[in-house]
């Protein structure tokens, strides 16, 4: 296809409309330049020539492949390892001893909007390496979720170019990866840390189990306030006693949600089911 047009008069407009409609995903007029270029490679992918033939595809029956691409093309993140910042201080100085206490069997964590695997295998690397030099029995699991199956199983598969290797701790390299022709691998021991599986938000995914840590960072930022409201509720069900919700640091969770006490630690805020 030689163009994609993103400028139609009211293609955005209607853009608003369906993903509201559909998802309850608000987006303002001042990111249409982001949003219609993260959108370039769907339009792309499914051999469509513009962002109104985009919005009318997905108002079409049938059409979940498109808009599950939508939703995680606006949804998603760039990669990186152990990021963001915020996240791995408040793991070192806060969780890992926690996760890591005596007596402690086991600790389950969910990674929503795993996108190809950079935070799962994150922090799957830096709780191997905390558990090691603890000598501690935790038996830590994670479970990584994304909306598109493609992403799913690249991330399942564990291996990385050359250059998404940036932001990659040398220590941690050398200990949980193995170079092979140009390419990094994650060694069994990481990936067996790690359940990749898709995952739709808006779609009832109770039969994951029951977590002691959720991380759904900068990602409810995107929904209307009562999909926020629906999805902590939600969350909340999921999460054990004393359970901690990992959310962004811009995440409105107490006004949709009176289940959380909000905690203000030096790494950053995070939120903790209440016990009773």
């Known amino acids: 296809m030689s163009s994609i047009s993103l400028e139609e008069p009211g293609a955005y ?8 409609n559909e998802f309850g995903i608000v987006i303002g007029e001042e990111r249409e330049n982001t949003i219609t270029a ?3 490679p ?14 009318s595809e997905m108002q079409n029956k049938g059409s979940s492949k498109i808009k599950n691409g939508v939703l995680q093309a606006i949804t998603s993140h760039e990669d990186a390892w ?4 915020e996240l791995f201080n408040l793991l070192d100085d806060y969780l890992l001893p926690d996760m890591l206490k005596p007596g402690r069997d086991s600790y389950r964590i969910w990674v929503i909007g795993c996108n190809t695997g950079q935070l799962p295998y994150s922090l799957a690397m ?3 390496e905390a558990g090691k030099q603890a000598n501690a029995a935790t038996s830590v699991t994670i479970e990584a979720t994304d909306i598109s199956e493609v992403a799913v199983n690249r991330a399942a598969r564990g291996v990385f170019e050359e250059a998404s290797m940036e932001g990659m701790l ?23 840390m790690i359940n990749f599986s898709t995952c739709n938000l808006l779609e009832d995914f109770e039969d994951k189990g029951h977590f ?31 359970g901690i919700l990992i959310a962004g640091m811009t995440e409105p969770v107490l006004p949709l949600n009176d289940n959380f006490d909000m905690v203000r630690h030096e790494d950053g805020i995070f939120y903790r089911q209440k016990t009773d």
């Open 13 to 20: 407009q209607s853009l608003q409309m369906v993903l509201q």
């Open 170 to 192: 040398d220590p941690l390299k050398k200990k949980y990866m193995d170079q092979q022709s140009g390419q990094w691998r994650v060694i069994d021991d990481i990936k067996s």
């Open 42 to 55: 769907v339009i792309s992918e499914f051999s469509l020539d513009s962002l109104q033939a985009l919005v």
């Open 126 to 128: 830096k709780i191997h």
């Open 212 to 242: 002691d840590l959720i991380i759904c960072h900068d990602l409810l930022v995107y929904f209307s306030v009562p999909v926020k409201a629906q999805l902590l509720e939600s969350f909340s069900t999921l999460l054990d006693p004393s």
């Open 38 to 40: 993260k959108l370039k």
């Open 82 to 85: 152990f990021e963001p910042d």
